[in-house]
Nanobody, 124 residues
Framework: QVQLVESGGGLVQAGGSLRLSCVVSGRAFSPYGLAWFRQAPGKEREFVAAINKNGGIIYDANSVKGRFTISRDNAENTVYLQMNSLKPEDTAVYYC?????????????????WGQGTQVTVSS
């Protein structure tokens, strides 16, 4: 059973930073593709960033590229999302996700396991 536990969310002022973490347990970590998605109130879940098993990275270019950085630590079974220059429109529940196939994808149906989410609130 694969389990994902996110942490690091909270309340921050616009322009501030947060670092989200997601610890993955249950199976070997290094072959996984990993991603962050987010869901704002009343909106569909949307892609933020992903990293494949070899370290290749994709971002949602329109909203977060240049401000957010995804990374992974295979020794710690953890994927991170460093978020800088936060804006009120970044307010959402952030979810990490695991792809057993190892790819980095922007499509939520490519992911097999999901965390429970961590709330990020950015005040203006």
């Amino acid at each position: 059973q694969v389990q994902l536990v996110e942490s690091g969310g909270g309340l921050v002022q616009a322009g501030g930073s947060l670092r989200l973490s997601c610890v993955v347990s249950g199976r070997a970590f290094s072959p996984y593709g990993l991603a962050w998605f987010r869901q704002a109130p009343g909106k569909e879940r949307e892609f933020v960033a992903a990293i494949n098993k070899n370290g290749g990275i994709i971002y949602d270019a329109n909203s977060v590229k240049g401000r957010f950085t995804i990374s992974r630590d295979n020794a710690e079974n953890t994927v991170y999302l460093q978020m800088n220059s936060l804006k009120p429109e970044d307010t959402a529940v952030y979810y990490c996700a695991v792809s057993s196939g190892g790819a980095a994808s922007s499509k939520n149906f490519d992911y097999d396991y999901w965390g429970q989410g961590t709330q990020v609130t950015v005040s203006s």
